[in-house]
């Protein structure tokens, strides 16, 4: 059996719309704010395609509205396009009335953009924790089909985080019907399930961290899910008065992130989650989207 193919993941935002900064940039300044976006994801797509990668990209509806002609370029390279909701307002800080509005609004933006169906979510921040279960009703009553925001981690001082969440790809059944759950791989060390799959973890710790990762997901024949930033590929990036551990979270290793994705892609192959999905079809299990 061939190893399965990854999902590489990149959730589209400015370098000033992270959560992180909520306090010390005020969503009302977002619009004079230099974009950098367009750069970064220009130093990704050449990546990708060097490499005959596929990516899905959760792009923000807010950014999509302004920035139309960037996402038809995404697209047209042959990635997936999906939504990471309207401006990045955590899910634990919404009503289930904002966060319908957010995925309804966020869809038909993109939809409108590229002309073809946006099938998958991701919550800014990982958000859908426990309690917010609600969340996986309204995707599934707004037309999405698979979610990647569950990510199957404790973490100290909460924020995000789905401790009892299914390390590998699966079906939720809620009474709205059966929603794909796509989850950002974790690596099992010592019994623990640590998160390992991108982000500041791919920056800060050692690059086998996210190689173990994908290979125990091989071993168990499943696809592992990758994610990252355009402004992670950034170290020229304008940057904010922020706490120490916010700036070591934030800025670290950005200088060499852009080596590391390309030592990355170069030993693993990835594909969209659409791709994923498309070929599980038919798979009726519980946990259907895997080949257990
Ligand atoms: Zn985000």
Redo the contacts with the bound molecule.
Sequence with gaps: MSAPTHHFTI?L?EYF???AFEGRVARSDWGILESRVSGQVALLLELLARHEARATV?V?GWLAERQSELIREIARAGHEIAS?GWD?VRVTHQTPRQFRRSVQRSKAVLEQITGTPVLGF?A??FSIVPGREWALDILLEEGYRYDSSLFPVRRPGGGYGYPTGYPDPHWIERSAGRLAEIPPSTLDLCGMRLPAAGGAYFRLFPYSMVRAALRQCERRGVPGTFYI?PWEVDPAQPRFKVPWSTRVRHYGGLGGTARRLERLLGEFRFTTIERTLWQHRNNRQPQGVTDA
Excluded: A, K, Y
Aim: proline content about 8%.
């Design positions: 959730d935002e719309q992270v959560s959760f923000l990471h990045h991701r800014p921040s930033h």
